[in-house]
Nanobody
Framework: QVQLVESGGGLVQAGGSLRLSCAAS???????MAWFRQAPGKQREFVAR???????NYADSVKGRFTISRDNAKNTMYLQMSSLKPEDTAIYYC????????WGQGTQVTVSS
């Protein structure tokens, strides 16, 4: 059973930076991974995705500010967030697919203006 655990969220001022981590366990062959986020009263939305070969894509709203990466040896994915804006405030979720969609429990990111 694949499990995902996020960490690194917190409170930051606008313009600041945070680095999120997502550690996967339960399998040595984790495929594509992604970050999603859900703001209060809104639907969960795609943020960024990274494949095993390191290729990635981003939502337009975060391009140029966020960088996704992964360490396959550690089964860990990262999201470096810079130039944060209040509208980035959300719970950030880690995702992968292993026989079914797998989600982490989420980590709160709050950006104050």
């Amino acid at each position: 059973q694949v499990q995902l655990v996020e960490s690194g969220g917190g409170l930051v001022q606008a313009g600041g930076s945070l680095r999120l981590s997502c550690a996967a366990s339960g399998s040595s062959s984790i495929g594509a991974m992604a970050w999603f986020r859900q703001a209060p009263g809104k639907q969960r939305e795609f943020v960024a995705r990274i494949n095993v070969d390191g290729s990635s894509n981003y939502a337009d709203s975060v391009k140029g500010r966020f960088t996704i990466s992964r360490d396959n040896a550690k089964n860990t994915m990262y999201l470096q967030m810079s130039s944060l804006k209040p509208e980035d405030t959300a719970i950030y979720y880690c995702w992968t697919y292993f026989r079914a969609d797998r989600w982490g429990q989420g980590t709160q990111v709050t950006v104050s203006s």
